[in-house]
T-cell receptor, first 112, second 117 residues
Framework: AQTVTQSQPEMSVQEAETVTLSCTYD???????LFWYKQPPSRQMILVIR??????QNATENRFSVNFQKAAKSFSLKISDSQLGDTAMYFC?????????FGQGTRLTINP | DGGITQSPKYLFRKEGQNVTLSCEQN?????MYWYRQDPGQGLRLIYY???????QKGDIAEGYSVSREKKESFPLTVTSAQKNPTAFYLC????????????????FGNGTRLTVT
């Protein structure tokens, strides 16, 4: 069974700083997809970024980028120039079949 | 605008009563999902469905039931057999492409907060 682990329950940084959220996963699949979702206080789940395992190039979406290390089964999210609106729960997720498996989440607070 | 509608936003029930949470989507997505969210545990899959009249148990299906009579609708019933029903419930949907369905992200509704006393 696939598992996803986020080892940082909470993080806090100052506005405009860069922050990296960690995620590791365990699987025997060779092809799969990884996602980061954001859940602000409204509790709406919002897709931040996704990565296909067979692509070596790390995905980037504006201020958000990932560091995908397939051999280490690591998928960290970097947020550059953090903004107050980035305050949210962040979930890492893994998909190799119809099911999407989520990590426990990291609560990120951006301080003014 | 296309999206997923969950209703109601807040739901209160007495212990021992069954309750049904609504989920409707107009995205023309084939697959639909129900997740439960508890503090510190992330999202856990209850049930999912890939086509009408077919659904599969997720990781925590005990005490729940679903139906998929229409492509647009995937209601979840929380039965009296569910021992800890108080939680936040999220419905989601995604496309099913023949070659790359797993790349499709899930689109989520706004959730229903169920409180059972």
């Amino acid at each position: 069974a696939q598992t996803v682990t986020q080892s940082q329950p909470e993080m806090s940084v100052q506005e405009a700083e860069t922050v990296t959220l960690s995620c590791t996963y365990d699987t025997s699949e060779s092809n799969y997809y990884l996602f980061w979702y954001k859940q602000p206080p409204s509790r709406q789940m919002i897709l931040v970024i996704r990565q296909e395992a067979y692509k070596q190039q790390n995905a980037t979406e504006n201020r958000f980028s990932v560091n995908f290390q397939k051999a280490a089964k690591s998928f960290s999210l970097k947020i550059s120039d953090s903004q107050l609106g980035d305050t949210a729960m962040y979930f890492c997720a893994f998909r190799a079949a119809q099911k999407l498996v989520f990590g426990q989440g990291t609560r990120l607070t951006i301080n003014p | 605008d296309g999206g997923i509608t969950q209703s109601p936003k807040y739901l209160f029930r007495k212990e021992g009563q069954n309750v049904t949470l609504s989920c409707e989507q107009n995205l023309n997505h084939d697959a639909m999902y129900w997740y439960r969210q508890d503090p510190g545990q992330g999202l856990r899959l209850i049930y999912y469905s890939q086509i009408v009249n077919d659904f599969q148990k997720g990781d925590i299906a005990e005490g729940y039931s679903v139906s998929r009579e229409k492509k647009e609708s995937f209601p979840l019933t929380v039965t009296s057999a569910q021992k800890n029903p108080t939680a936040f419930y999220l419905c989601a949907s995604s496309t099913l492409h023949r070659l790359s369905s797993y790349n499709s992200p899930l689109h989520f509704g706004n959730g229903t907060r169920l409180t059972v006393t």
